[in-house]
């Protein structure tokens, strides 16, 4: 048998919407199953992260494997993997989400039985508890998540059409999420929570309607972009294009925990990808380009 799970990368908080809001993106981990009781496991990996990311028994998504199988009380099978990862690693851009719910994937790919929402999390939130990262990443779109005293996660879901371009500016370093976390104040003033309320309710209804001219007002963030740019060299002054007219920009913000840079844009992409760049380039910090469209798909086996 051959399965193949797909997976999109996500862009999260969008500004204001920190552990909250949540885009798919049309960039993709693969993982290619084949059972057959000739196998000894086989793992086999490329694209990004190929040359440094653990070997199967410490990968995140065999352990996630490895993990429901046990939940399910079900052997391991003898299964191949082929792994195809497009999605750059500690970017900012969901690769723990894709691996865990790819790893649940493959599960339910082998085993033909699909899991509910209340397993899926249940599973998912043992590897990692946010809800944003991997309800973007399993169910695709636009994404509303939160999690009750009980650790349930309700979430709201709109697919989105194709006006809006994203532009993602990836810079040639990594920032684990863990540090970008721990630079976060435990304790907000309340100015600073109206404000954030006020702006990422703003992007849900500019995302949800297309009026994407409110976007550079939404992505003013006083939570968490603020504190992570003394991670990330030049960031304080990208988040500034904001404020300046640049043609076909709508909003400028930090991508999950960074380092990448998400713009979105109508028009001009190459040239706001340009600016930023440049600014990027006078802290000494190369980066790389990527244009691209919602995934309103989600998980994907086939």
Request: charged share 25%; proline share 4%; aromatic share 8%.
């Amino acid at each position: 048998m051959k399965r193949v799970v797909q997976v999109p990368a996500g862009t999260t908080n969008l500004g204001a919407g920190f552990d909250a809001l949540g885009l798919a993106l049309q960039l993709y981990l693969r993982i290619e199953i084949e059972t057959s009781s000739d196998f000894r496991n086989e793992w086999v990996l490329t694209g990004e992260g190929a040359t440094d990311l653990p070997a199967k028994e410490e990968n995140l998504l065999w352990k996630v494997v490895r993990r429901v199988y046990e939940g399910e009380e079900l052997p391991l099978p003898k299964v191949g993997f082929r792994i195809a990862n497009e999605i750059p690693i500690a970017r900012g851009l969901g690769s723990s989400a894709a691996a865990i719910v790819g790893g649940l994937g493959c599960f339910e790919a082998l085993t033909e039985r699909e899991l509910s929402r209340e397993k899926f999390f249940r599973y998912a939130f043992e590897f990692e508890n946010h809800p944003d990262n991997l309800t973007t990443a399993r169910f695709g779109g636009f994404t509303v998540s939160c999690v009750d005293e009980n650790q349930q996660v309700t979430f709201f879901r709109a697919s989105m059409g194709s006006q809006l371009k994203i532009l993602l500016t990836v810079p040639e370093f990594r920032l684990e999420t863990e540090r970008a976390r721990a630079v976060i104040p435990q304790h907000l003033n309340l100015r600073d929570a109206v404000s954030n309320i006020q702006r990422s309710s703003l992007a849900v209804a500019a995302l949800l309607r297309s009026e994407f001219h409110f976007l550079r007002e939404a992505m003013r963030d006083r939570i968490h972009q603020p504190c992570r740019a003394q991670l990330i060299p030049g960031l304080e002054e990208i988040l500034e294009l904001n404020h300046e007219e640049i043609p076909g920009l709508a909003g400028v913000c930090l991508s999950g925990a960074g380092p990448s840079v998400v713009a979105f844009a109508e028009d001009h992409l190459d040239g706001i990808y340009k600016r930023i760049a440049e600014i990027f380039n006078r802290h000494g910090i190369a980066s790389r380009p990527f244009q691209l469209q919602v995934d309103n798909q989600g998980r994907k086996i086939y």
